[in-house]
């Protein structure tokens, strides 16, 4: 059973093709793990609008940060918003912003379409 789909802003698709390919391969194995069971290894709550997807490759922590988009009833969406290397135990706040800002962005860029 899957919980959601996954789509993926530009930015997101970009700093994925922007990895090796065992790392890419391993970013995409663990969202469509995520996508089939609860695991906040894989998926994460950051704040109220904003969720990681979890990766560790070759000892690096990569994080795709998404958002919800429930404005249809038949499927639920995560957008992948962008990625980073993380490098603190706590995801910096201006990565949290900025995901918040992709975030207002796709929603206003969806409703003026």
Not at 19 to 39: C, E, F, G, H
Not at 61 to 76: G, M, P, V, Y
Not at 101 to 111: G, L
């Amino acid at each position: 059973m899957r919980y959601f789909e996954t789509i993926f802003l530009k930015e997101a698709h970009d700093f994925i093709e922007n990895q090796n390919q065992k790392t890419r391969m391993k970013i995409l194995y663990n969202i469509d793990r995520a996508s089939q069971r609860v695991d906040a290894t894989l998926f994460k709550k950051l704040d109220d609008d904003i969720w990681e997807f979890r990766t560790r490759s070759m000892g690096t922590q990569i994080r795709l940060l998404a958002f919800w988009d429930n404005r249809t009833t038949h499927k639920t969406l995560v957008v992948a918003r962008h990625g980073f290397i993380k490098k603190l135990n706590q995801v910096p706040q201006r990565e949290i912003e900025r995901a918040s800002a992709i975030r207002k962005k796709y929603f206003h860029d969806e409703q003026n379409k």
